[in-house]
């Protein structure tokens, strides 16, 4: 009781307050302001998909289907033909941006390289259609995204494991020579 009517006569809770106020006062903020000051995304971040291109331009997929296969959220769709010499011809390949849950199962099960995340994280738009993305449009997200260095960059920095990490240990069993068995 007489330290509740303390607390009410000299206003110790409002003093508090201040207290805390005036030491922050001159502290930078915490926070930003976001589509003023935008915060850079990591290195690998999992954003807007592309599909890669090789040196000389061309896309990398070649249909297999095992990144739609992988796709927990089913929002990866391609459709092959037949070409000439009997290898698969991508027609189309459709990203429901929308659908996706930005796993990296995709990227992961491309044995070749063929699809990755970008760092870019901002669109927006008013209809659904903006966000289904065809090859034409992931294409495009490989020379906005991956231009240059970046795009050679990206697979050895933030996707493992590659086949040169397969290597053997020489110093295991299995890849010594044997000292018995080299004279036979």
């Known amino acids: ?7 009410i006569m ?34 690998g971040f999992r954003g807007l998909h592309a599909l890669a291109k090789d040196n000389t331009g061309r896309m990398k997929c070649v249909g297999c289907g095992l990144c739609g296969a992988y ?17 698969k011809v991508v027609d189309r390949y459709e990203i429901d941006v929308v ?13 070749f390289g063929a699809i990755t995340l970008s760092e870019h994280y901002e669109y927006s738009n008013y209809s659904r259609d903006a966000f289904y993305m065809n090859k034409e449009k992931l294409l495009g997200n490989w020379d906005k995204y991956f231009e ?6 990206y697979f050895k920095k933030f996707w493992r494991p590659l ?5 053997g240990d020489p110093a295991q069993a299995m890849f010594s020579k044997i000292p018995g068995k080299e004279k036979r």
């Open 148 to 153: 240059g260095e970046k795009g050679k960059q």
């Open 1 to 7: 009781m007489k330290n509740s009517l303390i607390k």
């Open 163 to 167: 086949t040169e990490d397969f290597k």
């Open 99 to 111: 659908r996706c849950i930005f796993c990296g199962f995709c990227v992961e099960a491309c044995p």
């Open 10 to 43: 000299f206003f110790t809770e409002i003093l508090k307050g201040m207290a805390l106020t005036f030491r922050t006062l001159f502290k930078p903020a915490v926070t930003r302001r976001y589509p003023k000051v935008k915060v850079p995304a990591q290195p």
């Open 71 to 87: 796709c927990p959220s089913q929002c990866i769709h391609i459709y092959t033909t037949e070409g000439e010499d009997h290898n």
